[in-house]
């Protein structure tokens, strides 16, 4: 039996891989650390726990239009302007199961086989398999002075005449990266001018620390919403905590969210109700909740930086935004322990059953990703297990869990 040839040749994605090895490890009793998980810990908002909980006792739970509720709408376009400052109508409003489906609806409305888009490293691990599933070629730009955010100049040179569309995600996952409103401006107007959809992967625009307020690329357009080529992806799981409900939104043209809508229309049909009860109970309840869990995750940014700098021959670029940081850690994938991220990720977790991303998954090798969503315990505990395991001036033993275990590799 031969299967089709584009879907086996998309890779798993390496985050949820991780989720599944760590919780198969805590299951069978393992003091498992998971600084590779991409979601807060956060419950979900009691607005949006009362919401969806009111519709599911309702019974009533059918189908809903495949763009979404029209209530959850009207709080998108609410969102949209309080956050956005800019005035959108339903027709430029499109529900989906999470910002994931969200961005393979974009991509396979933008896509004809060979069309290009542009990835911007380090890159969320899905946007070249989601490129490469529609026939897309994902074009990569990296930054030439090693750091995480390209230059214009680098991001121009890419663009070619095959171009679609440029993902932009900032705050940026896996770096913490955000990008500076000059880069944002320098690309709207790149956009605009020569017909390129600009994609903002906006899913961290409200985990940025230090009282920074990044400016949205809407800010540096003129047009109209049906003109622009600015697209907005957005959705509750970052914001909110809200990972399980599954629910994200684009903003985009007229014409695009209709093409979408057909897309969405014969694939999934539209997100359970009981979910965008959750999504609107979230968005028109308390924001509160939103800020106080920007200031425990900026607590967990500064707790793990102080941890890595006692970390020998460890550099971290502080994080702006998000909860992840991606700490090069190339003077241990040089030394004896690991040949790359995805051997020295691996070492980890066998010899101190702590989760890590590999750097190589985003385009950025040498590199792990680490997450802080988690407790301070988990990023103190996790860091200490990490030194212990590379670092030869960090003490040569330590107790994992009841075990304890002495260092004989460096
Ligand atoms: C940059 C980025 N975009 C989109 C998503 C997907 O979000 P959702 O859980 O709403 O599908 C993630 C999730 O990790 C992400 O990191």
Not at 178 to 205: F, T
Not at 223 to 240: C, F, P, Q, R
Not at 285 to 298: D, P
Not at 319 to 331: I, Q, V
Request: glycine content about 6%.
């Amino acid at each position: 039996m031969s299967l089709s040839q584009v879907a086996c040749s998309i890779a798993e994605s390496p985050t949820l891989r991780l989720n599944e090895e760590a919780r198969l490890l805590r299951e069978r009793g393992e003091p498992v650390i998971h600084l590779g998980i991409g979601e807060p810990k956060n419950k979900a908002p009691i607005t949006a726990i009362l919401s969806s909980a009111a519709k599911l006792s309702s019974g009533d739970v059918k189908y809903t239009p495949t763009d979404g509720l029209p209530s959850l709408k009207k709080a998108i376009i609410r969102y949209t302007e309080d956050n956005y400052n800019r005035i959108v109508s339903p027709y430029n409003v499109i529900v989906s199961e999470g910002a994931k489906q969200s961005l393979f609806n974009i991509i396979f409305t933008l896509c004809n086989p060979q069309d290009e888009i542009i990835v911007l490293a380090p890159y969320w691990v899905s946007y070249p398999e989601i490129i490469r599933m529609v026939g897309g070629i994902p074009v990569i730009v990296t930054p030439e002075d090693g750091g995480f955010v390209p230059s214009f100049e680098e991001i121009e040179r890419a663009v070619s005449s095959y171009t679609k569309a440029i993902i932009v995600n900032s705050p940026n996952n896996p770096s913490g990266a955000v990008y500076p409103d000059e880069l944002i401006a320098e690309l709207v107007e790149l956009c605009e001018s020569k017909g390129i959809y600009l994609i903002c992967d906006d899913i961290y625009h409200k985990l940025v620390f230090d009282g920074r307020v990044p400016a949205p690329a809407y800010k540096f357009t003129n047009k109209d919403a049906e003109n622009t080529k600015v697209i907005v992806v957005n959705g509750v799981a970052k914001l909110y905590g809200m990972t399980g409900f599954r629910i994200g939104w684009v903003v985009a043209n007229r014409k695009m969210v209709e093409v979408m809508i057909n897309v969405q229309s014969q694939t999934t049909t539209c997100v359970s109700p009981v979910m965008q009860a959750a999504a609107e109970g979230a968005l028109t309840g308390m924001q509160s909740v939103v800020e106080s869990l920007r200031l425990s995750i900026q607590n967990n940014r500064d707790v793990l930086m102080q941890e890595l700098h006692s970390f020998t021959d460890v550099h971290c670029v502080k994080p702006g935004g998000t909860f992840y940081a991606l700490p090069d850690f190339r003077a241990y994938v040089r030394k004896s322990v690991a040949k790359d991220s995805v051997e020295l990720s691996n070492f980890l977790l066998k010899r101190t059953l702590v989760v890590t991303v590999p750097g190589r998954e985003f385009g950025m090798e040498g590199h792990l990703r680490l997450s802080y969503a988690g407790s301070v315990k988990d990023i103190t505990e996790g860091i200490e297990r990490m030194k212990w395991a590379l670092d030869p001036n960090a003490p040569s033993e330590i107790y994992i869990g009841d075990r304890k275990l002495v260092r004989d590799w460096l």
